[in-house]
């Protein structure tokens, strides 16, 4: 298994301004992914984050607008660049353990974002 | 590309049995999952369906058939606790095996 510690767990950003959220995972994870969860919607992959190489981002997210960093196996950053308030979601970190059961993701609590 | 489809929203009674279903279309097909997320509250991995059959946990059962593109999750001994959404995945080796969720379902338990 793996413990997930996201930060922030919640808040409120103004338009145009930019967070940064940080996710630790207690044990070394082969994978790392940050999702988005819009309210009462499911989750959406925004990218693969890559230790010490650019994020493999999904259709309809780009590297200018969420920005991420994996400098090492324990630890990555997401940031959300410029937000307007359709930015407000729930993000959250995901990884797959080595020797894991096949698609099992452990979640950190998530970041709630309300950009007014 | 792919397309999950499942319930918006459930609602059965205590100690009853509910069957949650779910049809998916994807390219490349690499496993069936269903994760439990209760409300405010991060997903929780429930089950994994690779091959067609039924795999049975406790009082939770998930269902496939790859042929179908169809799978099913099943709460027997319904509990107040499982009122929760549940989400339907799949994994897509075209993909690199990223897992891809669905809009989840809602359950609501009536006592």
């Given amino acids: ?116 | 590309g792919q397309n999950i489809d499942q319930p918006t929203e459930m609602t059965a009674t205590e100690g009853a049995i509910v069957q949650i279903n779910c049809t998916y279309q994807t390219s490349g097909f690499n496993g069936l999952f269903w994760y439990q997320q209760h409300a405010g509250e991060a997903p929780t991995f429930l089950s994994y369906n690779v091959l067609d059959g039924l795999e049975e946990k406790g009082r939770f059962s998930s269902f496939l058939s790859r042929s179908k593109g169809y799978s099913y999750l099943l709460l027997k001994e319904l509990q107040m606790k499982d009122s929760a959404s549940y989400l339907c995945a799949v994994g897509d080796y075209f993909r690199d095996d990223k897992i891809i969720f669905g809009k989840g379902t809602r359950l609501h338990i009536l006592p």
């Fill in chain 1, 1 to 116: 298994s793996a413990v997930i510690s996201q930060k922030p767990s919640r808040d409120i950003c103004q338009r145009g301004t930019s967070l940064t959220i940080q996710c630790q995972v207690d044990s070394q994870v082969t994978m790392m992914f940050w999702y988005r969860q819009q309210p009462g919607q499911s989750l959406t992959l925004i990218a693969t984050a890559n230790q010490g190489s650019e994020a493999t981002y999904e259709s309809g997210f780009v590297i200018d607008k969420f920005p991420i960093s994996r400098p090492n196996l324990t630890f990555s950053t997401l940031t959300v660049s410029n937000m307007s308030p359709e930015d407000s979601s729930i993000y959250l970190c995901s990884v797959e353990v080595a020797g894991g059961r096949t698609g099992e993701l452990f979640f950190g609590e998530g970041s709630r974002l309300t950009v007014l």
